[in-house]
């Protein structure tokens, strides 16, 4: 089973729910987590994991022989992300704006591009506590995170739990992430801006017909208007975490949470029922 840790908002504890989830489970149950926040990769600085293999992420990007381009602009017209542009009597490569489509290539009627593979990140597999733990980065410089994401995907093993640790918002690194995966719980917080941005992917993942329910973080410092929401719109709510300064505390220190404080081990493991209990529905 792949269940996605997402949320519209960043910073509303994703990383925490999705590591102490599967340390939650570990002794159970085979897990794997994915850390799927490719920008800003941090679920290993909790599991310290053990890397044994690293593989690059390339993407195809074109060459262009000037020597063979007859300047016929089919490729600059054609290129839907304005990575190709002429200038002069030259066909320019703007590699960072290229998503490696190779439309290109396969339109040049003079057979003059051919594709070099450009390194955009790095993905890395090992073991951390018995966790499968693989984890994507992107290489600074590089604006294209969902090619990571997929090729961190890719390793997802079939016999495992896996849970995603999901990049922030609701494009398409966010998209990439939880694309997929057999449940999604969204972590919000009781703030505006919360409930904001909770609607949004609540429209993401109903529109990629994911089942999913809320985790209500920092349950206490807000407003009710979120729960009163998920009621509207029949969402379950999975699970409430009142804000502790220990909480913050302990993650500032690397620690984890379902050690330092064993109840919210307990409050882990119903989530996973709820969870389990759904996906079977
Ligand atoms: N219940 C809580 N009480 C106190 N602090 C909390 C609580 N939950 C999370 N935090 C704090 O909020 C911050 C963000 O948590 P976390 O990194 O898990 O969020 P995230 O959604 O993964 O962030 P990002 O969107 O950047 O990936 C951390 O400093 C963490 O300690
Ligand atoms: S490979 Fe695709 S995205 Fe890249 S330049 Fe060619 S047409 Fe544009
Ligand atoms: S399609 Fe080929 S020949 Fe035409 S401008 Fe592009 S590179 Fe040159």
């Keep these: 089973m792949i269940v996605a840790i997402a949320s519209g ?39 310290l994991p053990e890397f044994k293999e690293k593989e690059p992420v390339t993407l195809p990007v074109p060459a ?16 839907a992300y304005h990575a ?30 051919t594709e070099i593979h450009k390194e955009i990140g790095l993905v890395k597999r090992g073991t951390a506590r018995g966790i499968e733990f693989i ?17 961190v995907k890719s390793r997802i093993p079939k016999d495992k739990l896996t849970i995603i640790d999901s990049p922030p918002g609701t494009s398409c690194p966010m998209i990439s992430a939880v694309y997929g995966a057999d449940y999604c719980v969204l972590v919000t917080e009781p703030t505006p801006f919360g409930l904001s941005d909770l609607k949004l992917a609540v429209e993401v993942v109903r529109e990629l017909g994911i089942p999913f329910g809320v985790v209500i973080n920092r349950a206490d410092m807000g407003d009710c208007e979120v729960e ?15 804000f502790d300064r220990r909480y913050a505390a302990c993650y500032a220190r690397g620690g984890l949470l379902v050690e330092e404080f064993p109840k919210l081990k307990s409050s882990f493991e119903t989530l996973w029922k709820a969870i389990e209990r759904r996906v079977e529905v």
């Design 228 to 242: 009163k929401y998920l009621q509207e719109q029949s969402i379950p709510l999975l699970m409430k975490i009142p």
């Design 84 to 113: 190709l542009a002429r200038v002069g009597k030259r066909v320019l490569v703007f590699e960072e704006l290229c998503h490696g489509c190779g439309g290109c290539g396969l339109l040049c009627p003079a057979g003059a591009i």
């Design 135 to 151: 984890q994507g980065t992107m290489n600074i410089g590089t604006a294209l995170a969902p090619p990571v994401i997929r090729k």
């Design 64 to 79: 262009i022989d000037q020597e063979k381009c007859t300047q016929c602009g089919i490729c600059t017209r054609a290129c």
């Design 9 to 47: 908002k960043g910073g509303t504890g994703k990383t925490t729910i999705a590591v102490n989830l599967a340390l939650s489970l570990k002794d159970k149950m085979q897990v794997a987590l994915l850390d799927c926040d490719v920008e800003e990769p941090n679920a290993h600085l909790f599991l």
